[in-house]
């Protein structure tokens, strides 16, 4: 059986990278991007739109009806309305999470960024993500985009993926590993 996360996986890159081409031909990869970081974000903060996008119950039809509408209402059009339809209709809607992702790194990679992951206990205020990419410019060498994910799982200190590298200064790591070391001396 193949694994769901390749295949999501491959799903989106060929997505985002069409969604490249056409935003790139249209010189309109900034907006582009932030329309479906605004999209992402609605996703994030809806469970019912979650749900839509995830559930197979909803057919192509129900899915394409509902995401007209909702982009309609949030006033994102274009480009990314028109992909998000076509998403719909082909119900790959579950991979538009991954789209986001994998169209931003493409985005990166295209303006000569290197793309890094982080995740953090709260949301990070502008200052601290200026210090966080001048910090990962110092390690790269090259200018890094963040995308910031809030877990409140990993109680402090921060999770940063760049590349195959990771560095996890989380404090509920830092306390797993405490819990395992006491366990070895006793």
């Given amino acids: 059986m ?8 491959g799903v989106a890159e060929r997505y985002a990278s069409s969604l490249f081409e056409l935003a790139l031909e249209a ?29 197979p ?8 009806k509902a995401i007209s509408a909702i982009v309609a209402k949030a006033g994102i059009s274009g480009l990314v309305a028109n992909f998000l339809k076509v998403v719909a209709r082909n119900r790959r809607l579950f991979a538009v999470p ?3 992702k994998a169209y ?3 985005a990166a990679r295209h303006r000569g960024e290197v793309s890094a992951d982080v995740t953090s206990a709260h949301a990070l205020s502008a200052a601290q993500q200026t210090e966080l990419k001048a910090a990962l ?10 995308n910031v994910t809030v877990d409140p799982s990993i109680l402090g200190g921060l999770i940063v993926k760049v590349g195959s590298r990771q560095i996890d200064t989380s ?3 830092k306390l797993s590993s405490l819990k395992l070391a006491l366990k070895e001396v006793g």
Avoid at 2 to 9: K, N
Avoid at 58 to 64: G, I, L, N, V, Y
Avoid at 137 to 146: H, L, S, W, Y
């Fill in 98 to 100: 991954g789209i986001v």
């Fill in 171 to 173: 404090l509920r790591t």
């Fill in 57 to 64: 119950v909803f057919s192509a039809d129900d899915q394409f």
């Fill in 104 to 106: 931003r790194a493409i």
């Fill in 27 to 55: 010189n309109s990869v900034e907006s582009v991007g932030s329309d479906l970081d605004r999209f992402q974000s609605m996703v994030d903060e809806s469970a019912d739109l979650k749900r839509l996008i995830v559930s």
């Fill in 137 to 146: 410019k110092g390690v790269t060498g090259k200018d890094v985009a963040i």
């Fill in 2 to 9: 193949a694994d769901t996360s390749e295949l999501i996986s």
